[in-house]
């Protein structure tokens, strides 16, 4: 059996009139994630004891938050206006609202047995910082006071949707522990794409059983939102197929709408090459890297929901071959994975790299050579 590939170079799209679309989308992308790193905002290292903390408004543990959206009636959310006089106010309208979501419900609880908190940040990027060491999540606030942001319905669903797709990277979190150690660097831009894709699709998911239970401004939102194309495939494969909703079918088809635009794979593909280039430079050892190759029965077990249903299944060698789904076609990235990739064919001696382990000898014949890659 030939081996798998999982990245290709091909263009999908012809080259004609490409540089200047190439040009808008690369300033108007947007991402739904960011890791905690030790330049990020968030974290202050001036504090007693050198600990990083979050700087939030607010920080509950999910166990607790979960316990205080309790303390009301599951109908009560749909009653009155929204009215929110601090951040825990905020937080809360989201727990009781992801209390009518099956599979929200699940991803939280599974968040919570596993002891991570969050809070409200200014991030400026309507996504969420996920910080796996802490175990905290920060969800943007948009620099909007409580009071404002109850006010608006845009943003309490872009808050709301952007917790439920944090949930399920955490889901990713805790079942992928540091891919970048273990997979080689072509086969952790793959498994990125994957779970980013995922992270939407399952979002989609959410939104439509929060539909049945009432809350069709939150599929609204979703139709309006950059994944309406993800939510309105969706739909459409359900009006054919109703029974599709519980086989995973219908979420299939949502996941491959995800790489049909452009924007977004290049968006994650940037965001992880960017990612990995860090990981070069801070790296205590020559290659920080695993060397393994990405197996399709991992990529189909992403695709896991907390029922159990893997709507991927059997998908996975075809998501791998197809240029689809993982053709590296940006020129920036291709030029940015190019160099990765030769940065690290080197070899480090007395901390000086050279492409030459000939040359590399006559200048320093007694000194150790490490190869990089």
Known sequence: MPPVETLSVSPRFPESGRGESMRSERLTRKTHLRRLSLQDDLIDLTLDGGTEQVCAETLWTLEELQDEALCYAPESVQEGPCLFESADDALIWCARMIDHSPTARRLMETAAEGGWSIGLGDLKNEGFCL??????????????????????????????????????????????????????????????????????????????????????????????????????????????????????????????????????????????????????????????????????????????????????????????????????????????????????????????PFRDSKLARRIFPEAEVTRVR
């Not at 942001?149 to 808050?159: E, G, K, N, P, Y």
């Not at 054919?240 to 924007?263: E, I, K, M, N």
């Open 131 to 352: 910080d796996a060491d802490n175990r905290r999540i920060v969800l943007d606030h948009f620099s909007l006071a409580p009071e404002a942001l109850a006010r608006s319905a845009f943003f309490r669903h872009v808050m709301l949707t952007t917790f439920i797709r944090a949930l399920r990277d955490i889901w990713h979190e805790d079942r992928f522990d540091a891919p970048e150690t273990v997979y080689a660097p072509e086969h952790v831009l793959m498994l990125e794409r994957v779970r980013v894709a995922e992270c939407d699709t399952v979002t989609i998911l959410c939104g439509w059983e929060l539909r049945a239970a009432g809350f069709s401004e939150v599929w609204r939102h979703l139709l309006g939102s950059e994944e309406g194309d993800m939510a309105i495939i969706f739909t459409r494969f359900l009006e054919r197929d109703p029974g599709a909703l519980f086989s995973g079918a219908a979420l299939a088809y949502a996941f491959r709408q995800w790489y049909a635009d452009v924007s977004r794979v290049d968006g994650v593909d940037h965001d992880t090459l960017e990612n990995l280039d860090a990981m070069i430079e801070s790296a205590d050892r020559a290659c920080p890297f695993g060397q393994c190759r990405l197996d399709p029965a991992a990529l189909e077990d992403l695709a896991t929901l907390p029922d159990g249903t893997r709507y991927l299944s059997g998908l996975g060698a075809g998501i791998m071959r197809d240029p689809f789904f993982a053709g590296l076609n940006d020129p920036i990235n291709q030029t940015h994975f190019f160099h990765l990739m030769y940065d690290m064919e080197v070899v480090m001696v007395n901390n000086v």
